[in-house]
């Protein structure tokens, strides 16, 4: 539906002219492109004044909304497929230099709002769902470089929801960091630790961005996976999830963060004696996926 373009005021090229003093080369072109887009969308829709009072409204309720704990611009640039934009854009900028690599790098995907820095490190085939709620998933694989050779020392950077799809920071008065931890693998690039199978969940819909996820008649959740940044020295790092192959919403997440390499098989198994050896007498979940890292 195209609006008629009635408007006879041109104000685009007066506005960007105001520019002629930006010293910032960078920052001209981005305010230049930001300035045309705009008032090209304005007449593209016809804006109306209610409807940009009713914009600014809505983003004024998200700057409120927001505190050290929710950053409720982040769900809106998120939800608005930006954010996996950005990180898309971030990845083939910085994979320009590994072009004609054996192998892609592993995909990035976005970041989300309940990472935390600063969790412990732990031996590898530690248990990160200890006292969590959810089924036990042993997760196993290799970190390499683009050409398949190993990376020893490599750090994962792990954290995730319960298999009830809740993370530690929503959990009401707790303060204590839970399904989190670094692993770092060993001499052969390998890496093995315990957590728990996690759930799909949905994103805070309590605010203004729920509000605007309801009107658009979207679904608010997200398909159930564990996010890891690996990251080794000399090297790209990535900051990735990986999604549980048979969870819901992997068609229609909500951030739009699913890529096809990222989606793993979980394995059920048990009860009885897992791979790295520990005996379990409940059945549990095997998932098996090797990171790529490209050189800087
Ligand atoms: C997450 O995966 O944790 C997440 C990402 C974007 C918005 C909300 C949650
Ligand atoms: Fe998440």
């Not at 983003?59 to 409120?64: D, N, S």
């Not at 929801?161 to 670094?182: C, P, S």
Request: charged share 25%; proline share 7%; hydrophobic share 40%.
């Amino acid at each position: 539906m195209n609006a008629p373009d009635t408007c006879a005021l041109d104000l685009t090229e007066e506005v960007i002219a105001t520019l002629s003093g930006c010293e910032d080369e960078r920052f001209r072109f981005v305010m230049t492109q930001l300035v045309e887009h705009l008032h090209a969308f304005a007449r593209k829709v016809d804006l109306r004044p209610e409807e940009w009072m009713g914009a600014i409204q809505f983003l004024t309720a998200v700057g409120q909304t927001c505190d050290d704990k929710r950053q409720e611009f982040i769900l809106l640039s998120d939800t608005l497929g930006l954010s996996m934009l950005v990180v898309a854009l971030a990845q083939a900028r910085a994979s320009g230099a590994a072009a004609g690599a054996a192998t892609p790098a592993t995909e990035a995907t976005v970041l989300g709002p309940y990472y935390w820095e600063g969790a412990p490190e732990l031996p590898l085939g530690a248990d990160l769902g200890a006292g969590v709620r959810g089924e036990p998933a042993f997760y196993q694989g290799r970190v390499t470089d683009t050409e398949g050779r190993p990376l020893a020392g490599a750090l994962l950077d792990i954290w995730s929801g319960d298999g009830e799809g809740v993370y530690d920071m929503q959990l009401e008065g707790n303060t204590q960091m839970l399904a989190r931890g670094r692993i770092r693998t060993d001499e052969g690039g390998r890496y093995w630790f315990w957590s728990i199978r996690p759930s799909f969940y949905p994103i805070p819909m309590d605010g203004p961005v729920g509000r605007m996820i309801e009107r658009m008649g979207r679904d608010p959740n997200r398909p159930g996976h564990i996010h890891m940044i690996v990251s080794a020295d000399g090297h790209v790092p990535v900051a990735t999830h990986l999604f549980v192959a048979d969870s819901p919403y992997l068609e229609t997440d909500v951030v739009f963060g699913v890529r096809d390499s990222l989606i793993v098989p979980f394995e059920r198994m048990g009860p009885g004696t897992a791979s790295d050896g520990r005996v379990l007498d409940r059945p549990y979940w095997e998932a098996h996926y090797d990171f790529r890292l490209a050189p800087r």
